[in-house]
């Protein structure tokens, strides 16, 4: 099992920048693939970015392309998010799958551990 635990969400205003991120613990070697996604009131889960297990071939959703960058450093992913806009209000939630990401890495239902969230509201 893998234990996921995020953090960093908070209030900003448009145009301001934050970054969150995500420990991992348990069976961590056999994570293949990592991914941030992010769920609006009413709306549906929908992934952010995505990360290889060794922090290689990055990859975005169009939305947040070009202003959100996913990294990780040893058993930490991140996601720094800039230009923020308002329509980036959400619970992000950091998950992991044993897969490699070459496989629909943008579904949620292929991840199977995810983190309890961490509330970004812009402002």
């Known amino acids: 099992h893998v234990q996921l635990v995020e953090s960093g969400g908070e209030s900003v205003q448009a145009g301001g920048s934050l970054r969150l991120s995500c420990v991992a613990s348990?069976?961590?070697?056999?994570?293949?693939?990592m991914a941030w996604f992010r769920q609006a009131p009413g709306k549906e889960r929908e992934a952010v970015a995505i990360?290889?297990?060794?922090?290689?071939y990055p990859d975005y959703d169009d939305d947040i392309k070009g202003r959100f960058t996913i990294s990780r450093d040893g058993d930490t992913l991140y996601l720094q998010m800039d230009s923020l806009k308002t329509e980036d209000s959400a619970m992000y939630y950091c998950?992991?799958?044993?897969?490699?990401?070459?496989?629909?890495?943008?579904?949620?239902?292929?991840?199977?551990?995810w983190g309890q969230g961490t509330q970004v509201t812009v402002s």
């Open positions: 998950a992991t799958r044993r897969e490699s990401c070459a496989d629909s890495p943008f579904r949620s239902e292929s991840y199977t551990y």
């Open positions: 990360i290889r297990a060794d922090g290689a």
């Open positions: 348990g069976a961590t070697q056999d994570i293949g693939c």
